[in-house]
């Protein structure tokens, strides 16, 4: 943690929830603002730049997966999701436009303040030979990724990604060549259930091929391994 109290926003519609949040998180050294609807959101972010967005599903009039969506495009922070339902469909559907991580209601505090720090550990914690080649973009087939800048570029065009595409890329990049299971990706990416039968991944790696692959369906740089995992090759089907 830096010295600056990390900016948190909740987007809850639960008067309860968003005072005990407010309240939890800033006794852990947070900087807390609440709003319980897309009005109130939008007169906080106006003010305001947080380092992270809890954001409940189910709000009223405009819900949660249509805010994180338009947060999302505007600027890149993390967002947790919240539902009440925690059905594994809002999971997937939260994942698809952008969510970091997902967690169902009720919920420990304590729980969501270790997902807040492996969200933010993620986007910003850089291992092994990346912390010294963090300021070189590393190429691949016609993209360079800025691990430093947090960007990818192709052809000099920017490719947007949400923070959690960006480090499953970083991911796959610093292992390239080698089949990575699933619950290996999970373990390097801290702060994901391991539920055998979650498909938080498998949804992750569907966003980035959108992005990066020529044809999405016959993926040239993030295969599947079946029976194994994915693997990355940096020089397409050629490698």
Do not use: C
Not at 136 to 164: N, Y
């Amino acid at each position: 943690m830096t010295d600056t109290p990390l900016r948190l926003l909740v987007v809850d519609d639960d008067a309860g929830i968003r005072d005990l949040l407010a309240d939890y998180l800033a006794k852990q050294g947070l900087q807390v603002k609440t709003a319980r609807d897309a009005q109130e959101m939008d007169e906080r972010l106006a003010g305001f730049d947080p380092d992270l967005v809890i954001m409940d599903l189910m709000l009223p009039g405009e819900d949660g997966l249509s805010l994180t969506r338009k947060l999302k495009a505007a600027r890149a922070v993390p967002v947790i999701m919240l539902s009440a339902r925690g059905e594994e469909i809002d999971r997937i559907v939260g994942l698809e436009v952008g969510a970091d991580d997902y967690l169902p209601k009720p919920f420990n505090p304590r729980e969501l303040l270790a997902r807040i720090r492996a969200v933010l550990r993620r986007g910003t914690g850089l291992s092994g030979g990346a912390q010294a080649n963090a300021a070189e973009a590393v190429h691949f087939g016609p993209f360079a990724l800025d691990l430093a800048a947090q960007s990818l570029v192709r052809a000099g065009e920017d490719i947007p990604l949400t923070q959690a595409e960006f480090t499953l890329l970083k991911l796959f990049v610093e292992h390239p060549n080698r089949a990575l299971s699933r619950d290996q990706i999970m373990d390097w990416l801290k702060g994901f259930d391991r539920d055998p039968f979650d498909r938080s991944i498998d949804v992750r790696v569907t966003r980035l091929r959108k992005k990066i692959e020529d044809d999405p369906a016959n993926p040239a740089y993030i295969r599947t391994i079946w029976g194994q995992g994915y693997l990355f090759s940096p020089k397409g089907r050629g490698a």
